[in-house]
């Protein structure tokens, strides 16, 4: 049937358009089954050195059966909305953490880690960067302290459907043909759904590497915060090293490290606004979010400063921090999270 001469055509909202996706994607179900299924010797050999490594690098080929032209390109990452469609509380899933907790095949400490790790839900099914770092600006981690340093996610993680880790990690060797992959990873998680907030660990063994996720589940309807920090009056004391983190009341041992400025100086724009390394957060719309502040010689804690935020469903909330003679604004702009943006 042809349309009517002069009709328009009526945008589809973000809803409908990722049921659309979601009813295209079942229709290339067949076509996602025969590309599983086409494993020839080599691809076998290749499954027995590293399994994690060969579904990875399948990944890409899957991903463009079910989503492209729906959600962008594959290399996409995603963005925060201006605008929230259909957005509520739900579920979501918290990032504490990525570290190399074992190493193999030759491998020595300290290891100079770059490449990519990204989070993909079902909200647009793009890149939620977490870890991003080119060859020539390596992070050096060693034995004692493995932890990588995140960058986000830069909103929050929909827990309605698996996530998918995608990592891409690489130790930087003498010369670029030296270059190891320390670890690929295209994994799909999904967690039980109680009513409660909990924290769970993911660990994925590789050829060359461990890595270990720390993650928490928060439930009870979540809500999303972005944190930011201001110097007002002052500057950050010479000499000793600053440690900004978020945690939750519900998972009160585990910490989202917003900035560890280990010897490097705290860097400030000329508006005094610091540069946090991380700044989202997820937090249950009837719990607490609480932001700290460490001043620390070494590992010393010199002065410490906590602030306890209560969750709204819009809006944004304020404290202050005293640090001696650094006083700073922490500002929480909370919104609902949207499902699809």
Request: net charge negative; glycine share 6%; charged share 25%.
């Amino acid at each position: 049937m042809q349309p009517v001469a002069g009709s328009r055509r009526r945008t589809l909202t973000p809803a409908e358009q990722r049921r659309k996706a979601y009813y295209a994607a079942q229709g290339k179900e067949v076509e996602v089954r025969k590309m599983a299924e086409e494993v020839d010797e080599d691809d076998e050999e290749e499954m027995a050195r590293d399994m994690y490594a060969f579904q990875a690098s399948r990944f890409r080929e899957s991903w463009e059966v079910q989503w492209f032209g729906f959600f962008g390109l594959f290399e996409d990452t995603n963005k925060k909305p201006e605008r929230r469609h259909n957005a509520f509380l739900c579920n979501s899933l918290q990032i504490f953490s990525l570290k190399v907790a074992g190493i193999s095949e030759g491998l020595q400490w300290p290891l100079h880690v770059f490449g990519t790790a990204f989070l993909r839900d079902s909200a647009d099914h793009n890149r939620n960067t977490i870890f991003n770092r080119g060859r020539d600006n390596c992070q050096i981690i060693t034995q004692e302290v493995p932890y990588l340093t995140l960058t986000g996610p830069t909103r929050a993680v929909v827990l309605l459907d698996p996530v998918t880790f995608e990592v891409d990690l690489k130790v930087k060797g003498t010369t670029e043909s030296e270059d190891k992959h320390l670890s690929s990873l295209a994994a799909p998680f999904m967690c039980s759904i109680p009513l409660r907030s909990y924290p769970l660990k993911r660990d994925y063994t590789s050829k060359l590497s461990t890595l270990e996720f720390a993650l928490g589940f928060i439930g009870n309807y979540s809500i999303e915060a972005t944190i930011a920090i201001r110097i007002t009056r002052g500057s950050w004391p010479d000499g000793l090293r600053a440690q900004f983190a978020a945690r939750t009341t519900s998972i009160g041992h585990e910490e989202i490290i917003l900035l560890d400025s280990g010897d490097n100086e705290v860097l400030v724009d000329d508006d005094g606004w610091i540069t946090l390394s991380r700044r989202v957060a997820s937090v249950e719309i009837d719990g607490w979010l609480k932001v700290a502040v460490k001043a620390l010689l070494g590992d010393e804690i010199i002065v410490t400063k906590e602030k306890c935020f209560s969750p709204k469903k819009a809006g944004r909330s304020g404290g202050i921090f005293d640090v001696g003679l650094c006083h700073m604004d922490v500002t929480v702009a909370w919104s609902l999270i949207s499902p699809s943006v």
